[in-house]
């Protein structure tokens, strides 16, 4: 939606711009490239920085505008605070705070000196990941907004940042890993509209298109309209849409990157409800809008398979998501029906709210059938019960196998998109049992995101390494970050991007 700023890399000698971004750690002598302006200026940023009792702080700012001595519009110290242990997610949050500082300054062209001196080498992959970090924290969706904001406007920020340069140590380092990077980032861009986009406009069948728009990018796209799912026997999935007007569909789509043709795919799939009022179970109308993010589960897939397919992962991936709409209607379907999935087991329907499952359940299996996958994820925004017990910092993982589990846990903590697991139990399992169907579709009040994946569970065939994301809290809503200011956050792309990446390439 936002166009990315025009970013590249320079070596840190080689300064041509009017506006200078400089770092300063806290309470640490001047890194060489703030040191070399100090003294140009004759010590105007030593002074600046006592009158001013600017210590280098995390989230401080020394902002010096026309100063005197040096051939600059403009020079900003941003506090840093203590760098030397900084992680992968500190780089990427000073590309967005960065982002942030010089679009407050309404400034279009600018230049990041990324120096903290010794004891901290900035490496090429940290000067990318400033870079992908000022790219997603210039994201804002606002293509529904008729009257373009005005610069003299006060309340509204403005984005006006074009181009930015960043300077460091291994310029050549980092223009490489930011091509694999950026992809990434367009592939978190994509997610992001997508959970944005209004329900009117996004409905299954567009998001369909939208992912048959992505075969130009090298993904193999198939499309199962309504009429072959009932062929196919997705009589769940189908269930759930009776009740809209628009037809429900499935999307896969298919990356083929590793160097065996044949590899076995990690499978990736997607809850895609683009609207959820509940359906005859209907959902009290305060903040139901916010249900139109209710296929941000299909979203994470859809980011993550763009972002495997521009960056050309050596891997093999298939992502298949779900479209459908929950609605109320003469046709919709009614607690009390008994559904017969494509796997074969019944399901009760006992609450038509319920739906995320009955739509898993069917793609799932199907997914399985086709393409026997090395391991599967799974990603919804389920439950509310997820946000009741993890809020929005952690997305809540299930999983039958603890490996895929550590994997999803240590791509978590790298990327910042964090989970946290949750258990399966036999015990749960019970609670969804039905007396006149295999199974029904919720199971009590207690337990209700563990017994949501439990439901899902049935539905995951003998020796299938499983993990599922109940991502209720994280897809959508969740607080403002350096790097993300979006109602819709795009989570679970670099999550899902970096599990593929670290785990499933080239072996
Ligand atoms: N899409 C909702 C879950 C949800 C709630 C997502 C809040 C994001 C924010 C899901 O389909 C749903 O309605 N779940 C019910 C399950 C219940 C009927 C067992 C819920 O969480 O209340
Ligand atoms: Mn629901
Ligand atoms: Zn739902």
Redesign the pocket.
């Known amino acids: 939606m936002t166009k990315a700023p025009d970013i590249q890399f320079g070596a840190l000698d080689d300064s041509r711009s009017k506006v200078c971004v400089v770092l300063s750690e806290q309470n640490r002598a001047f890194a060489p490239a703030l040191k070399a302006l100090d003294a140009r200026s004759g010590g105007l940023v030593t002074k600046a920085a006592g009158i001013a009792k600017f210590s280098g702080g995390k989230k401080s700012l020394l902002d010096l505008v026309a100063p005197a001595g040096l051939d600059l519009d403009r020079l900003l110290v941003m506090g840093l605070g203590s760098a030397s242990k900084f992680a992968e997610t500190d780089w990427l949050g000073l590309g967005g705070r960065v982002r942030a500082r010089l679009a407050g300054a309404r400034v279009s062209s600018a230049e990041l000196m990324l120096d903290i001196g010794e004891g901290a080498a900035v490496t090429g992959r940290d000067a990318a990941l400033v870079a992908l970090g000022a790219v997603l924290r210039g994201y804002e969706f606002k293509k529904y907004k008729s009257k373009k904001p005005s610069n003299d406007e006060e309340d509204e920020e403005v984005d006006t940042l074009f181009s930015l340069r960043i300077l460091c140590r291994e310029p050549e380092q980092a223009v490489a890993i930011f091509a694999g990077l950026k992809a990434i980032g367009e592939g978190v861009v994509l997610a992001r509209d997508l959970v944005n986009e209004p329900p009117n406009v996004l409905y299954p069948e567009e998001f369909a298109a939208r992912v048959a728009a992505l075969a130009g990018d090298g993904l193999e796209v198939e499309v199962l309209d309504k009429d072959r799912l009932a062929v196919i026997g997705m009589n769940a999935l189908l269930a759930v849409g009776q009740g809209s007007v628009r037809p429900s569909c499935v999307a896969i789509m298919r990356w083929r990157g590793a160097a065996q043709a044949d590899a076995k795919p990690l499978l990736l799939v997607g809850?895609g409800?683009c609207f959820?009022t509940?359906g005859i179970?209907i959902?009290p109308a305060g903040g139901m809008e916010?249900?139109k993010?209710?296929m941000?589960g299909a979203a994470a897939v859809t980011g993550a398979m763009l972002a495997l397919a521009r960056r050309k992962a050596p891997v093999n991936v298939v992502g298949i998501i779900g479209l459908t709409e929950?609605m109320p209607s003469g046709t919709a379907q009614r607690p009390g029906d008994i559904v017969t999935t494509l796997s074969g087991q019944t399901v009760e329907v006992i609450?038509t709210?319920?739906?995320?499952r009955m739509v898993l359940a069917d793609i799932m299996w199907y997914a399985q059938e086709h393409f026997q996958p090395r391991a599967m994820v799974t990603l919804?925004?389920?439950?509310?019960?997820?946000?009741v017990a993890l809020g929005k910092e952690h997305a809540g993982l299930f999983s039958n196998d603890n490996a895929l589990a550590e994997q999803l846990a240590t791509a978590g903590r790298d990327t910042g998109e964090k989970v946290w697991r949750m258990p399966l139990d036999a015990k749960y399992d019970k609670q969804v049992n039905s007396k006149v169907a295999d199974m029904k579709?919720?199971?009590g009040r207690d337990a209700?995101?563990i017994?949501?994946a439990q439901f899902l569970q049935r539905f995951v065939k003998p020796g299938v390494p499983w993990a599922h994301l109940d991502i209720?809290?994280t897809?959508?809503?969740s607080p403002s970050t350096d790097i993300n200011t979006s109602w819709g956050s795009g989570f679970g792309v670099m999550l899902l991007d970096r599990l593929a990446g670290q785990f499933y390439e080239n072996s």
């Not at 709210?353 to 995320?356: F, H, L, N, P, R």
């Not at 919804?380 to 946000?387: H, K, M, P, Q």
């Open positions: 809850k409800v959820d509940g179970s959902k916010d249900m993010g209710d941000g929950n609450n709210d319920a739906e995320g919804a925004t389920l439950t509310g019960a997820i946000i579709n919720i199971g209700g995101s017994t949501a209720a809290g897809a959508m809503g």
